[in-house]
């Protein structure tokens, strides 16, 4: 049993996927519990991959984001392997500090302050910016690094700093800006 936040079908829209249609599959709890996240962690229930798989064929979209609150407390190869016979492309969004299991084809690293990381392998490198230094992320083994506004609050200060260090881009939240799921 897993413990689901809830399933839904929208666009991706955040970081390099952003305007991909997918099948979001948000996870209830998380470990850091981060003041700017747009989860309940404690609301949920528990599902059975079969009910999860039943859910999920119900969109057309190749694409399943694993999301959360943190998606690494709940997931294991054998959940990844069961999406991708169902022809599935499997992402996860995480804050890094669990171990994944190494068949999801794209990770998202959310690395937040204070957090210890424990992946190694990532595609990309997302920091929801709030004034930090973010040249400490600069290194972390990713092929694309997104500075993405806090809540769309601070989307002045993340485009400078994104103009300072060019080696990011500026990544919104664009179903928030286009008022979609």
Known sequence: MRKINEIFYSLQGEGY???????????SGCNLK?????????????????????EVRKYPAATVILTGGEPSLWIDSEFVDRLHRAGKYVCIE???????PDNIDWVTCSPKLGGNLRITGMDEV???YEGQDITVYEQLPAGHFFLQPCSCNNIGETVDCVMHHPKWRLSLQTHKLIDIR
């Open 17 to 27: 996927h952003t305007g991909i249609p997918a099948v979001f599959i948000r996870f």
């Open 34 to 54: 981060c003041s700017f996240c747009d989860t309940h962690h404690e609301e949920g229930r528990l599902m059975s991959d079969d009910e999860i798989m039943e």
């Open 94 to 100: 995480t804050n890094g500090t669990h171990p994944l």
């Open 126 to 128: 997302k920091v929801v």
